[in-house]
């Protein structure tokens, strides 16, 4: 799958706000899974832009078992854990 800058999540984001395009058929024209799509509305919806700023942060063991032992307990999917 190829790397989208910035801007290109934006503009597809953007797309599906302005509610003349479905996920599905904005997704097929940038040729990736429509569910990738619907994850970075949903990081967008959450976090805004910085969603998508790369943070290079390092977690520790009991941080990465408790967000397993969150994802366990109620029963989201990883996608949503990471939103």
Known sequence: MPKFS??????AIH????GTEGVKSIAKSLRI???TLRMWIRQYEYHGV?????????YTKTF???????IN???????????
């Open 64 to 70: 990465k078992l408790d967000v397993l032992t969150y």
């Open 33 to 35: 899974n429509h569910e």
């Open 6 to 11: 910035l801007d290109d999540k934006l503009k």
């Open 50 to 58: 910085k969603a998508f700023e790369k943070s290079y942060t390092a």
């Open 15 to 18: 797309r599906y706000q302005n």
């Open 73 to 83: 307990e109620n029963g989201t999917s990883p996608n949503e854990a990471a939103v």
